[in-house]
Each structure stands twice: as structure tokens, then as C-alpha cells.
């Protein structure tokens, strides 16, 4: 098993990522075939599905970048922390608040929230 | 389904009903069957499971109760809260945090973290 601090640093690698093979095997690794990935605006099954988010993401905010925000809380399988994504003249832009439940050291589910932003 | 803000409330409501019988009729009408409740300090599943750590929970601390402490932030099938708990004299002493995640209108899982109180 993974340690859960080294888990949510490689899970906002994911999303810096711009190399589509890198990233694909990343997520590949971080997460549980059957994985969940759930925040406001996206419900997404399996690594493809996050890993198209994730390239549409950048397409549409070109230079976005993704930074934990706060302590992360875990325990047990499951962990929460805070994060920022914008781009370098507003890098905390956006503000987001993730939980994600582990399985054996990756991830199997995500429940994301908006703390604040542009949508929020 | 059930609306999310009645589903939180009945959530608050089983942590204090004290009539055994009522509670475990509030539980299993709540809880998917296969429901799992994992806070810092105990790791649940089933209704059954749940009503036990309720009721030593009352039996700890006596006249306890719980209390929404914010607004809920709900989309798709989850949502996050806070809440107190706490006697009359002290009615925030724990302030707890939760994300639930709903199947058809009930809980499938609670992921519970502690924002403050004297076990933090």
C-alpha cells in the first residue's frame, strides 16, 4: 500500500501532467479499475474517463496547474485535503476540496467539491 | 428518492433518538444494507453495526446531542456537512464533518472526519 501522502501527491500529478502517455500511466497505477471520480460538473468511471477530463481541462485553462492546499486528513481508507488550480497569474483561481476513499493503495473513489471559484 | 436536506436531517436525527426500537426503524430505513460508516474512530457496516455505536455513544455520553452546523453541499449522489455534538452546557464540544454518498435515496456511505473537539 501506497502511503497516503505520497497517494494525493501523485493524484495532483495527474492533473499537471501534459504528457498523455505519462498520464495515462499514471492514473493507471493511482487508481482501482472500477474507480469513481465525482465532483460538480463531471461523473466518471474507469482511468480513460478521468484521463479525458483531465486533457480537456488543460485544452480549455491552457497552463493550469493543480496544488494541494491544506494538511491532508486521513484515516482508516479514506482522506480529505483542500487544493488550488489556476494559471500563474492566478494560481488559486479555483479552489477545490477532494475525499478520496482508497483500495489497497490506490484510489477507488473521489467525491469532489467546489470551496470556491468562478462556478462556485 | 428521498430529498437530501430530509436525508441529513433523519442522518442527525438517529445519532438522537434513544428508543432503541424507533432508531433501528430510522436506521434501516436510512441505510442501504450494505452500508459503510467509517469516522476516525470506527469503521462500520450495516445498520445493525451503526445502532450499536449510536447507543454506546449515548450510553458515553450522556444526554448528548447532534446538531447541523452548516449549510449542505449536494450534487449527484453526494453531499458534505458539519455538525456539532455536544451536551446543553457544551453543545459544540465535537464538531465533526461528513461527506455522505446516497444510492436511490438512502445512505451507502458515510465518510466521517473530525474538524475540533477534544479527541483531535
Known sequence: MQDVQT?????MDTFNETDSDRRRELLDALYTPDCTYTDPHVDLRGAAQIDGFIEQTQERFPGVAFTLASAIDAHHEQARFQWHAGTPDAPDAFVGFDV?????????????????????
Chains 1, 2 share one sequence.
Do not use: E
Open 7 to 11: 497517494l494525493v501527491a501523485r493524484y
Open 100 to 120: 478520496i476513499v482508497t483500495d489497497d493503495g490506490r484510489i477507488r473513489s473521489v467525491y469532489g467539491f467546489t470551496d470556491a471559484g468562478p462556478a462556485a
